[in-house]
């Protein structure tokens, strides 16, 4: 949301300054004189900082996967790309909806501002939809009242941190039309509990069930919160062969 700030800052400085040679500066030169240094500036910067706020803001943005709560789906250095037009377009910095077009669906994973801070942008799955009834107890999910079958796939070993080894085991889940893999790790405790999803809001968990603060912990995605679809690996620095993977 910061950066967003910042280009629209720019943005309108650089607009300013072309508008204002325009206008009233080129009036006061000598012909065939030069542009002053800041005037030249604006005019080569403002038309490629406006291409890249639009598509930025309306067409896909990027982001970095910042920790490995949505193994395996995302690792911790991923590129991705969001969608920003699939949940609707919004008014840049306010995030407030002027086209309306798609919701999230059960299964997509989504960006949104971080409810307790909307200053921090979050990265999970969307488990609840408004009115969902939703229960996670014994490491099993549940959506209204019905029981979410997770079949095995193989044991899943990595590091935390760099540091601690993590033994897991992974797991094939169907949620709506989509079926994902997630991690479990059957020797540590993880957050259970009931929740009914308020109209407006989303119930949101990570791939990696053990070790993910979302929805369990600090409630409900507000619709206004919504960023975008993520639906596209475009660079890992350590692993070439994730470069093109799409997410589901």
């Known amino acids: 949301m910061m950066f967003a700030l910042f280009m629209v800052v720019v943005l309108l400085v650089t607009g300013f300054i072309w508008l204002l040679d325009i206008f009233v500066l080129r009036k006061n030169r000598e012909t065939n004189a030069p542009d002053p240094m800041l005037v030249e500036y604006s005019k080569s910067f403002f038309p490629v900082i406006l291409v890249v706020f639009l598509i930025r803001s309306f067409v896909a943005e990027p982001f970095k996967i910042p920790s490995g709560s949505m193994m395996p789906t995302l690792l911790a250095g991923d590129f991705i790309l969001v969608n920003k037009f699939t949940y609707g377009l919004r008014v840049p910095i306010l995030n407030s909806t002027f086209i309306e077009m798609n919701h999230p669906k059960r299964?997509?994973?989504?960006?949104?501002?971080?409810?307790?801070?909307?200053?921090?942008?979050?990265?999970?799955?969307?488990?609840?939809?408004?009115?969902?009834?939703?229960?996670?107890?014994?490491?099993?999910?549940?959506?209204?009242?019905?029981?979410?079958?997770?079949?095995?796939?193989?044991?899943?070993?990595?590091?935390?941190?760099?540091?601690?080894?993590?033994?897991?085991?992974?797991?094939?889940?169907?949620?709506?039309?989509?079926?994902?893999?997630?991690?479990?790790?059957?020797?540590?405790?993880?957050?259970?509990g009931a929740f009914e999803v308020p109209q407006g809001h989303y119930f949101a968990m990570g791939d990696n069930r053990d070790n993910s603060r979302d929805s369990r912990y600090w409630g409900f995605v507000p619709e206004q919160n919504l960023v975008g679809k993520a639906f596209f690996i475009w660079w890992n620095f350590d692993q070439f062969k994730r470069i093109g993977t799409s997410i589901h």
């Not at 942008?121 to 009115?131: A, E, F, M, N, Q």
């Not at 996670?136 to 549940?142: F, G, V």
């Open 107 to 192: 299964g997509d994973v989504f960006v949104f501002h971080y409810p307790p801070d909307p200053s921090i942008d979050y990265i999970k799955r969307v488990v609840g939809l408004p009115g969902d009834k939703i229960l996670y107890q014994d490491k099993q999910l549940y959506i209204n009242g019905q029981k979410l079958e997770m079949a095995y796939l193989a044991d899943y070993d990595y590091e935390s941190g760099g540091l601690n080894q993590v033994h897991a085991k992974r797991f094939e889940e169907q949620l709506g039309d989509v079926k994902h893999e997630l991690l479990i790790e059957e020797s540590s405790m993880s957050r259970e």
